[in-house]
Each structure stands twice: as C-alpha cells, then as structure tokens.
C-alpha cells in the first residue's frame, strides 16, 4: 500500500496574518471549528527567543471527533487536526498534518474512510486559504 505523505504543504502569497485569517475563514466553510490557535512566535519571545511567525490553528469537527474517538480513545493523542501558518526565508506557507496518517498509526480502528473524509476537507480548506 502507498504511503500518503505526512503533511500537505502550499506557499501562499497572502501574509502571514491574512493567511492565518484566510484559514480560520475556510475552517468554518467546511463545517469546522478552531478550537484554538498558539501563537508560537508570541509563546517563544515571550521566554527570550526570537523566531519567525508561526500559529498552530487547531481546528475539529464534532462529528468526526464522535467517530474516532469511539474506535480507539488514544485516537486523542493526535487531535484536534492542526493546519500550521508559517514564514519561512520571506515567503509565508500553510500546512497540515495529513488525516489519512492516522489509519497508519492506528490500522485496527479502521479509520481510512472517515480519514480520507477529513483529509479532503483539510486539503480543501488548505487550498482555499492560499
């Protein structure tokens, strides 16, 4: 069986901010929340370090969480679903951790179909947000 790749990543043109708003916009377009966005550049130079931008948005959809969680508890260790805003040399970009891993990290659960459900919206939300 091919292996789908760990993250969906794109470059975007917008910045950093837009970008970040763009992706919360899209979040709620697919039937998702943002439970929760950290603000990791903030958490770090707040400690005395300095960094490029970078917000983890973690986002989740009540129904699918239901799903997964019933097959397997430590399905949890892997939620919410997170879609990274991220510059890097000047250029700003959105990635996501791939759904479609986790029927990788937890074959008895059985998760691929709801996996590859998830992952369309993500991917979805991804490329609306570029």
Do not use: W
């Not at 948005?57 to 009540?62: K, M, V």
């Not at 250029?91 to 996996?115: C, D, G, N, W």
Request: charged share 25%; glycine share 2%.
């Amino acid at each position: 069986m091919e292996q789908p790749d760990l993250s969906y990543t794109v470059t975007t043109a917008r910045d950093f901010e837009a970008a970040v708003k763009a992706v919360e916009e899209a979040t709620a377009a697919q039937g998702m929340k943002v439970q929760h966005v950290h603000d990791v550049q903030a958490t770090l130079r707040s400690k005395g370090y300095d960094s490029d931008p970078l917000k983890i948005i973690e986002i989740c959809n009540a129904r699918y969480a239901h799903e997964v969680l019933a097959k397997d508890v430590l399905i949890s260790l892997m939620m919410p679903c997170k879609i990274n805003v991220y510059v890097r040399d000047g250029k700003t970009y959105i990635s996501a951790l791939r759904p479609t891993m986790l029927a990788q990290f937890f074959p008895h659960a059985r998760l691929e179909e709801v996996a590859r459900e998830v992952d369309t919206k993500i991917r979805t939300i991804v490329e609306a947000a570029r």
